[in-house]
């Protein structure tokens, strides 16, 4: 078969001329040729052309050429089937002439398939099925010693220089066409079940380009690795419905797609995406597949005269599978380092600065320590049961304020997941992150800095500065969880995001991260997706890995981008800062580039001017202490090494842009005021690029890199002295709490009605009042809405609770019953003025509210408490306005969240590779040199050692090998490499054997990988032309008598032939009628004309020769 005529056509019609035993006749059947390659083939002596402008599958372009050959006269003439890319060596049609002729009982041999470009190397030799069905190559990719010589008997062989006995040929009606792949396979398997033995013949040798003419497509490319899945998934299921008794066939069939559903879920935990599309396709293909399986089943209960227990010993059991699976592993992992680096985090003193950073931690939040709830700034308590965390997320109700239905902050989420790690007391959950957040952000770090420097020195600085940061301190001081979350999983993000592109586990885990942060953060997302637009340019074949990476937080965030971005218009309302809107005093530009997100350079400014400083000492003496970080910071760029600190240096400078951004953004409002955006976060990002760049210094520093190591960690803990000092002076607004907002009445009440409302009236000190409707026992943090805080303008929700609370305020006259039954507002609480402000003006509006409350008919006061002055309302409240009962939209949405974070999940899962190069992002094979390479090429081994650059080219995502079923994955075999030509396998590129034959000891290893292409858009050649056509069949193949331009070349006549191509379709092309096969047929009770073994087993022919000399086509 030709399908473009590219360049091995040449070197197979040489090798067809050079046969020692030429073949009687050659068809070639050309499928969308270019006339240039019909001209080629028009020139070879006494070859008859069939021509198709269809791309025809391998089964239909042999049912074409076989159509136009003679009815065969005997068992002794054979149909040999070659493609274009596959070139038998001289002899190789003479051996498996020898084969079928001394042995009249074997209807089909096949030979060695061989590497193009190297004859020493075994492609493939022999094909079997597992136990649970999986086609699998029973010798596969091995150094070609002879060592399998012995075999003999097998279940196949491939479709590459197959040669049949044309009358079985036809007996079983040649190929299935249903089949997308292992067209041969099956045939062979119907071969042995009519009677026939079917052998390798060790003599035959054919070299094969795997094109996927004849046979799959060895190429490593993406989309030849997609289709290879799908088309054998496809053959593996068509297989499994042909086969099975009568009775089991609809259970198969019910299964097909459920069964799908679980091998998708398996492909993502195994890391393999890219499977999934074609394990779901060829599953509705085959359910789907009309009366191909129908017509299959016939024509093989047509010809069988043996039970399948004759070839259940041929079979590959699954502990073979196993080993196999297991080597391939092995093998794909050699020239890389055979044993893993320790990072050394006990023994290289990084538990020591955890320990350390937990231990300041503890003494800075002294007080905190026995708390159980935290209040102050932005915090509040969470919801009471994980229920209720988990119910605030997607789209859905949201009891702000009055109430309205729409989208959740995407914080929420992280607080659910933040809550359900205390699941007894969600809240507690924040008590830990402000207590453990030091520590964990050392070890955040310290993790971060080992991408970074094998050094024990740098990255215990690192981890220092890290854990001192003015901008976490500032956060723990000003009640800001989400800040502080964003500072601990900033390092996390870093450490698995620069393998991202080699693991899919580290991919995912970005992803979870990439989403926490700029859920926690969202004005930090515009630098993280620059970031990552950067990361997508470089990752080269890892970018489908990093193209995960925004995913899930895409999701999170749709549904506020529908409802703030496209409903309301306010795309920068999605920047906001989620939670309690916390106001703060705004940073000028040269404060930001300190470090320092506040404007008072966080606590020196009070500090100078308690010890009686100059106003602008401050501004001299920080600069001055953070100056050497600086320095050695800008010092990474000019030292070896140097490229890998220009992208934490841009890093920086993007945190550094968005903090300044951010202190222009007025989002949201507090009290009638407006909230800028916080810089914090931003100012984390520029902290953690600034920081890297000098562990890099610190590490490329030839000589006394302790000096600089300890004056930065000095400067960094004096300078974050006056914040670490906060809580146990008092300066801190983060304190402990009981976890009550409201009065003890109120809580009572809404233990058995928990939407009752409370209306909170709070006097200003303009002689303004500010209020609130709180539902059930109070506030919670994952119940905050950004959509309620950046709402444009005054809603007619705030405007029915202005007037409410005006009216009830002050003596206006106006019934506020219907208004409060309404909304369901069972309680009016008028917070207190301080002690000594009762002379103020808030003191006095509140003297004037408190006298038209007690005068209002509707009310009834119940005291006063610790949360202020408490009324109860006259009438039976209810509960408010119903709750929607239907929320279609919103279950939609969380199916799609739960989709998108389960693949997310599944992916992010580690399996043995990906933990590999989870952790070896800083190594790289590589060649050693002097002694140490001359004494590792005279042991033979392959050696590789840790590369200086520590941004690595390791892949641990190199596809392995996955033989079985159900139980053990589909059947494929790859490797990454990008040569247009299929490859050889990763271990022999590096000069090592597979288990079964192994490599000399000169062997050369290489130090890296050729890159991969992920076109797979193979190049289509023009239709042939049609002027010449002689005949024409219902599927629209020409046939056609080429001119012999030179009679006399060989001495053969002319007669029939087939050639091979392996993308098979489902088109169906229909079969010839049977023909018998005479008396070569093997009587199941009667083993004398041969013995029949395992793949394993060595199987002598003493069948008698035959008289006549066999024909081949």
Partial sequence: MVRDGSEPLARTLDALRAQTRPADGIIAVATRASEATIEELGRVPGMKLVTSTEDLSFAQAVAAGVRVTDQPEDAEQMLWLLSEDTAPEPTALAALLGALEVSPSVGVAGPKILDWDDASFLRRYGETITTLGAAVPVVEDELDQAQHDTMNDVMAVGPAGMLVRHQLWDQLGGFDQALVADDALDFCIRTRLAGYLVAVVPTARVASAGEGIAGPSWSNRLGARRRRHRQARAAQLHRRLVYAPGIMVPVHWLSLVPLAILRVIGHFVKKQPELVLGELSAAFAVAFSGTKVGSARRQLAKNRTLG???????RMRLDEVRRKRALAREATQIGFIGEERDLRFFSGGGAWVVLATAVIGAAILAPLLGATYLTGGGLLPLSATV????????FGWRDVGLGFVGAADPFSAVLAVL????FWQPSFSLVLLFLLALPLSALGAWFAATRLTERSGPRAVAALLWALAPTLLTALADGRPAAVIVHVLLPWLFYAGVVASRSWAAAGTSAFL?????????????????????AMVFAGRGVARVGLVPIPAIALFAPLIWQQGIHRNNWLGLLADPGVATPATAASGWQLSLGFPGGSLGGWSQLGAALGLPGAAPAIVVPALLAPLAIVALLALFLPGSRRAVPLLIAAFLGLVSAVFATHLLLASAA?????VWAGAAISLYWLGIVGAATLGLDRIPRFRAVPALVMVLAAAVIALPLALAQPLGTSVVRESSGRQLPAYVTAATQTDPRLGTLVITPGDDGTIT??????????LDGQSTIAQTAPGVSSDDRVVAELAGNLASQSGLDPTETLVEHGIAFVLLSPVADGEEQTVAGQTAGRATSALDANAALVAVGDTTSGTLWRTVADVGTGPELPTSNVLGTLIGVGLGVVFLITLLLSIPNGASRDGYRAGSRKPAKLKGRAARKAAASGATVAVIDDDATGTYDDEEPTADLDDEAEGSASADTADGSTRPSK???????QASAGAPAPASAPAEATDDAVSVDDAPSTPDAASA???????????????AVDPDPDVTGSTPAADAVVDSNTTADQVPDEPAIATGDAVVSEADPSDSTETTPDTDTTRRDTPGTEQPHAQ
């Fill in 308 to 314: 399948w227990s004759s070839i259940a010993g041929l």
């Fill in 419 to 422: 809550g359900t790690v205390t």
């Fill in 985 to 991: 396998p990763r271990w022999w590129r590096r000069g």
């Fill in 387 to 394: 229920g209720d965390l988990w119910q605030h997320i997607g």
């Fill in 672 to 676: 009638g005021t407006a909230v800028p």
């Fill in 771 to 780: 209020a609130v409707v709180i539902r059930g026992q109070g506030e919670t």
């Fill in 1027 to 1041: 002027d010449d056509t002689v005949a024409r069949d219902g599927t629209g193949v020409v046939v056609e008598d």
């Fill in 514 to 534: 990439f989403a926490a942060i700029v859920a926690s953060s969202p004005s930090l997302a515009p630098a993280l997706l620059v970031i990552w637009l950067v």
